[in-house]
């Protein structure tokens, strides 16, 4: 089945520091999302992406569709206090009707 | 505007027993679907129901049971727990298939002992 590799799978980072963190699959998917998780929550939907080489920004966030449609990738500017938590990517496959989730990346910052 | 609302918030089983977790969604979403979150492994799709009426297998549907009687309901059935069920569950709903986006309910944190 399609699988998406997430990286990294944890960071550790101090306050103002902007952050990178990607997905990369063998597959091809229609759609790349981004989620947000904060702990005891369910996960939020930050950024979705419809078209390869597509580039969306929603505030300090930044996310990008590969053009082979096969990875996306999420930057995090200025990092903040808030942004703790584990980020997912997830894929969309319109024929499966189903998203697929990366393993994702806990982001942790130091004061 | 509740959106998704899964209850209970926390469970705990014997082997063996049944249960059925709740899921309702106040926003005519038609595709609904369940997950279940490991340590690890991120988010695993069980069942999905693109209506009502209509419900189908996803990557790890083994030892759950899913029904569509409603747009507003898709409550997810343990038949026999096992403590490989031990996790977290979290249902969704989006509003149009084609695009994936998925807006998830807070999660049932279930414990099988």
């Known amino acids: 089945g399609q699988q998406l590799n997430q990286s990294p799978q944890s960071m550790f980072i101090q306050e103002g520091e902007d952050v990178s963190m990607n997905c990369t699959s063998s597959s091809i998917f229609n759609t790349w999302l981004w989620y947000k998780q904060d702990p005891g929550e369910g996960p939020v939907l930050l950024i979705a992406?419809?078209?390869?080489?597509e580039l969306t920004s929603n505030g300090r966030l930044t996310a990008q569709f590969g053009i082979t449609r096969k990875d996306s990738f999420l930057n995090i500017s200025a990092s903040i206090p808030s942004d703790v938590g584990i980020y997912f990517c997830?894929?969309?496959?319109?024929?499966?009707?189903?998203?697929?989730f990366g393993q994702g990346t806990r982001l942790t910052i130091n004061p | 505007n509740a959106g998704v609302t899964q209850t209970p918030k926390f469970q705990v089983l014997k082997t063996g027993q049944s249960m059925t977790l709740q899921c309702a969604q106040d926003m005519n979403h038609e595709y609904m679907s369940w997950y279940r979150q490991d340590p690890g492994m991120g988010l695993r799709l069980i069942h999905y129901?693109?209506?009502?009426?209509?419900?189908d297998q996803g990557e790890v549907p083994n030892g759950y049971n899913v029904s569509r009687s409603t747009t507003e309901d898709f409550p997810l059935r343990l038949l026999s727990a096992a403590p490989s069920q031990t996790s977290v569950y979290f249902c969704a709903s989006s509003f149009d298939r084609g695009l994936g986006e998925a807006f998830f309910g807070q999660g049932t944190r279930l414990t099988v002992v």
């Open positions: 997830a894929g969309f496959i319109q024929g499966a009707q189903k998203l697929v």
């Open positions: 129901s693109v209506g009502a009426g209509i419900t």
């Open positions: 992406l419809y078209k390869a080489g």
